[in-house]
């Protein structure tokens, strides 16, 4: 099959993206998809009859403004605000809950400590700053490190309103932070174990470090730069599940004249003379064009899609020593009704379950649920992030039913003992009895349960170790380091190959900006 300009491996949210820009600027695309769905992780389906469950990705805070303007995704979908944006029960029957309103928020610190409270609008203000710099970065193509041209010194130009902005003394202080660990940023500012535990839950979401390792004020503040409310985490549901945004992803791709294959799974990328020249399907089926991008990870990509002989071994190298290490499982309960928290008065309880729920008490507590994976075990005391769509969205299950996903730190994917058929049992208990503690009546509210371990996140959605963003999100993986030192731009050792997946810059979380911004170094290169 022929008279395609460019081949999509893959149908998750980047690879979308990609297709509509390519597609939209004239180009023949055709984006080839192994499942009978599109959208990879962030996908809906009813995994419980009547429930629609987002099993992997939930949230829609983190995309791109731009991506959503230009792929006219704000009219076919609507995203819901979040509010609270994080609420943290504590084990002594108090809770912290931040809101979207900062003032708000003072007065909930107020509770546990009023000279936190003073502080926390300041240290907003100045985390706000910080993150615009390196929400700029997030949207540059990364500078070809250590040989830099002109072309990326005039990208870089656009950095230089939130750096002017954030003033040579708070340069400073970034570039001082940023590997630093989170506790230590923290420390600087609060007193409060709640507030600090709270904030510090964001740090450690998607990566497998604990509060007390270096590097996890960098993923706090890459968190704060691409959320959608100027604060630590973002909080926002697409109305009838994330995959809503993906099929609408994929209907303006079509739009633009793109084709779509589900149930086409890519055998192997082809080369000639060391071009790229199209692919092979697993069904024999050969589809040729000068370009191919792939949404896969790295690893899959050049170790398994790729013949070697077509790398050198120093690159090859490089890509067996890209940091996966996946640390998350991911659970969903179909449930009877609202679980009552006991630090929530009655009248108050729907309000505040509006927003995710961090079983986060302590930076402490953090941290002892990640020392379990320094010796390949599960937490026993697990950091739990847990969302209640139906509260914003009723849509999703049915009348007077709710859904409750929930993000579980830490399960590593290489376990030292044991394997994951057994382990995935006592964690589903260990979530079930976690979650008691603070809501009595939750047991007895579930009507139907599933636990998806790493080793499924791996399986089932080609998240090599369990990790989502095809590469861990730390500060020694990022910009001109993602995936690997010298390909940092999207493209490959093989001419016309180039890869769009959250395994490039700037890396995870539904954004669209690895998607746009392939896209656009495609199109350049083909002037």
């Known amino acids: 099959m022929g008279n395609n300009d460019v081949i999509i491996i893959g149908a998750g949210h980047n690879s979308l993206v990609a297709a509509g820009y390519l597609a939209k600027a004239g180009r023949r695309v055709v984006v080839l998809e192994k499942r009978s769905v599109v959208g990879g992780t962030a996908i809906t389906e009813e995994i419980f009859p009547g429930f629609k469950i987002s099993p992997v990705a939930d949230t829609a805070g983190y995309l791109s403004d731009e991506v959503k303007t230009d792929l006219k995704l704000d009219s076919q979908v609507e995203i819901i605000p979040l509010d609270p944006i994080a609420s943290s029960p504590e084990p002594d029957g108090t809770h912290l809950t931040i809101w979207r309103d900062t003032a708000r928020t003072v007065k909930e610190i107020e509770r546990f400590s009023p000279a936190d409270a003073a502080k926390y609008p300041v240290f907003v203000e100045r985390m706000t700053k910080i993150a615009k710099v390196v929400e700029g970065l997030l949207k540059l193509t990364p500078m070809d490190l250590p040989s830099v041209g002109l072309a990326d010194i005039r990208a870089a130009l656009s950095l230089a309103g939130p750096v002017l902005k954030l003033g040579r003394k708070n340069i400073n202080e970034l570039l001082r932070l940023l590997p630093t660990p989170v506790e230590d940023l923290l420390n600087e500012w609060f007193e409060s174990d709640v507030l600090k535990g709270a904030l510090a839950a964001s740090a450690v979401k998607d990566v497998t470090w604990g509060p007390q390792e270096a590097g996890t004020t960098f993923t706090f503040v890459y968190n704060w730069a691409l959320s959608d409310n100027e604060l630590f985490r973002s909080a926002s549901l697409v109305k009838g599940g994330i995959g809503q945004l993906t099929k609408a992803m994929a209907e303006t791709a079509r739009g633009f004249g793109a084709e779509i294959r589900t ?10 003379e060391g071009k790229v020249t199209g692919v092979t399907l697993a069904n024999g089926e050969s589809i040729q064009a000068g370009v191919v991008v792939s949404g896969a990870s790295p690893r899959t990509t050049f170790l398994e899609l790729l013949d070697a002989r077509y790398l050198d071994t120093s690159f090859v190298r490089h890509v067996h020593n890209i940091k996966y290490r996946g640390s998350a499982s991911r659970m969903h309960f179909a449930l009877n009704g609202l679980p009552e928290f006991s630090a929530l008065e009655g009248g108050e309880t729907e309000g505040y379950l509006r927003g995710p729920i961090q079983i986060a008490p302590s930076i402490t507590y953090l ?5 379990h994976t320094k010796y390949g075990r599960a937490s026993s005391a697990p950091y739990l992030d847990i969302v209640i769509p139906t509260v914003a969205d009723p849509s999703l299950a049915p009348s007077g039913k709710h859904i409750m996903s929930v993000t579980v730190k830490y399960t590593p994917y290489a ?9 995935g049992q006592e964690i589903a208990k260990l979530v079930v009895d976690t979650i008691a503690e603070y809501a009595p009546n939750f047991p007895g509210l579930i009507a139907d349960q599933t636990l998806l371990t ?7 959605y080609d998240a090599p ?3 989502l963003h095809h590469g861990e999100m730390t500060l020694d993986q990022f910009f001109h380091m993602r995936p690997i030192p010298g390909y940092a731009r999207y493209r490959t050792p093989v001419e016309g190959m180039y890869l769009c997946g959250p395994g490039c810059h700037p890396g995870g979380g539904v954004t669209g900006l690895p998607g746009q911004n392939a896209a656009r170094e495609i199109l350049k290169d083909a002037k």
């Open 263 to 272: 149930d086409a799974e890519v055998k192997s990328i082809d080369v000639r």
């Open 367 to 371: 941290q002892r649920a990640f020392d």
């Open 415 to 423: 376990l030292r003992e044991g394997d994951w058929a057994a382990t």
């Open 454 to 460: 790493p080793v499924d996140l791996e399986t089932v």
């Open 465 to 467: 170790e369990g990790n």
